[in-house]
T-cell receptor, first 110, second 113 residues
Framework: RKEVEQDPGPFNVPEGATVAFNCTYS??????FFWYRQDCRKEPKLLMS???SGNEDGRFTAQLNRASQYISLLIRDSKLSDSATYLC???????????FGQGTTLQVKP | GAGVSQSPSNKVTEKGKDVELRCDPI?????LYWYRQRLGQGLEFLIY????????KSGLPSDRFSAERTGESVSTLTIQRTQQEDSAVYLC???????????FGPGTRLTVL
């Protein structure tokens, strides 16, 4: 079983749609959680950290459920520019070593 | 300020040759990481440096892979006797300290023929 699992998609949605991505992680000792965004042939960039209380950044909302070892990302009012691969990322210790999911591809269509 | 830089951006080599990839972290960042990303896959952790501590090499796939870092500056990742399965994008990231946000370089795309 992979340490971090995501549905690879692709998710094809129209502009303005709301879309949700889910991710599960296997290590219950995981300490911190992130969503990164990766555009085609580019490096990953931090989208947002994920906190137990849930957090929101504009159109993006992230949630963490430690009991179920589950992380989610909600994107409201999708824009064409949101088209990318979204990587679920987990840090299991104090070293900063990140474990990446395979990524979920989003394609927003006009 | 300047971000993480990597060189070369692309490297094509023949099977069996050695290659050296370079990473310049953000100035002042004490932690440096190497990852590998095969086509269509997620990132795989390779190695981590934190200050003058012994590096965490737990992700290196074989003894053909090695990396060095001098102090808190440049790091080099060396792959000896390259194989076709080594073809991937090699990404370097740095952070102010372990556990802080990691900033990635643009990567080196390695193709082994």
């Amino acid at each position: 079983r992979k340490e971090v699992e995501q549905d690879p998609g692709p998710f094809n949605v129209p502009e303005g749609a709301t879309v949700a991505f889910n991710c599960t992680y296997s290590n219950s000792a995981s300490q911190s959680f992130f969503w990164y965004r990766q555009d085609c042939r580019k490096e990953p960039k931090l989208l947002m950290s994920v906190y137990s209380s849930g957090n929101e950044d504009g159109r993006f909302t992230a949630q963490l459920n430690r009991a179920s070892q589950y992380i989610s990302l909600l994107i409201r009012d999708s824009k064409l520019s949101d088209s990318a691969t979204y990587l679920c990322v987990v840090n299991t210790g104090n070293t900063g070593k990140l474990i990446f999911g395979q990524g979920t591809t989003l394609q927003v269509k006009p | 300020g300047a971000g993480v830089s990597q060189s070369p951006s692309n490297k094509v080599t023949e099977k069996g040759k050695d290659v050296e990839l370079r990473c310049d972290p953000i100035s002042g960042h004490t932690a440096l990481y190497w990852y590998r990303q095969r086509l269509g896959q997620g990132l795989e952790f390779l190695i981590y440096f934190q200050g003058n501590s012994a590096p965490d090499k737990s992700g290196l796939p074989s003894d053909r892979f090695s990396a060095e870092r001098t102090g808190e500056s440049v790091s080099t990742l060396t792959i000896q006797r390259t194989q076709q399965e080594d073809s991937a994008v090699y990404l370097c990231a740095s952070s102010g300290w372990a556990g802080d946000t990691q900033y990635f370089g643009p990567g080196t795309r390695l193709t082994v023929l």
